[in-house]
């Protein structure tokens, strides 16, 4: 059985200009010790979908329906109660700017071993040495002393290992990283990636990593979703999606990528503005921005396709190569 199962997810936002269907028909399952990258423009449903899992949605956001079960429990509806005791003790999340996670009027420390004596039933002696250890373990110097510092006199970098280490505190089964290294430099980024992925090795934990940089992708997972307008488009280990991408969304996001070769030549980015999530196309989401659209691109929404047992991915264009390369006109 997968340690997370999320099954025909639908997550909205019900606003004065009408309902926002920010994640629909989300499906997939999380094994114990994988890590597993979401990619995405912004707007595409990654963190809305992460934080459907937490169930910390704001308070215009509602899971309107959908399953999402923790090692075989049913989170979906389980109410307040019960999500206290699987936030921090078995899924925790990294938010994406560490500045405006942490609270700029309290001490490292004192954050810290807040995680830990609301989670856990340690006193504050037990909490303070957890907080130490946990400090040493995300490779921060001095931690007694850190302790006693505030958010500011730390750099971006130190900001994100504290909060890893408050994510880590607990020892959950999942970390959810969203967006973990957008507001650090590429040597720090680099950094923190190998201590998540050395952490990961080291204590067993599922990660889920939110992300729009395919970089980090290829580096941290083991299984790739590619989102765009709040659906999976895209399915598969992360070979299969970096050396066989089965949909023109995919495709264009690794046409989008700067390398070696590109060097003094012009990127090829992804033509056209994102969907407005009010008005949902009948057909493909992506139909109005890609090159290769047909007429039942625009008609008529395709459903995941297994393209072979390790990827899917729901593009008419798969259909079409199918029927060419049987003889079919």
Known sequence: MALLEVNNLHTSFFTDAGEVRAVNGVSFNLERGKVLGIVGESGSGKSVTAYSIMQILASTGKIVDGSIKLDGQELVGSGEKVMKTVRGNKVSI??????????????????????????????????YE??????????????????????????????????????????????????????????????????MKSLQEELGMAIIMITHDLGVVAQMCDEVIVMYAGSICEQGTADEIFYNPCHEYTKGLMRSIPTANTAGKKLQPIEGTPIDLLNMPKGCAFAPRCNAAMKICIKERCQRMQINDMHQAACWMNVKNDIQEGGVE
């Open 130 to 195: 957890r907080a130490v250890e946990m400090l040493q373990l995300v490779n921060v110097n001095e931690p007694h002393k850190r302790m006693k510092q505030y958010p500011f006199e730390f750099s971006g970098g130190m900001r994100q290992r504290v909060m890893i280490a408050m994510a880590l505190a607990c020892e959950p089964d999942i970390l959810i990283a969203d967006e973990p290294t957008t507001a650090l430099d590429v040597t720090i980024q680099a950094q923190i990636l190998e201590l």
């Open 94 to 127: 990294i938010f994406q700017d560490p500045m405006t996670s942490l609270n700029p009027t309290y001490t490292i420390g004192k954050q810290l071993m807040e995680a830990i004596m609301l989670h856990t039933d340690r006193n504050k002696k037990e909490a």
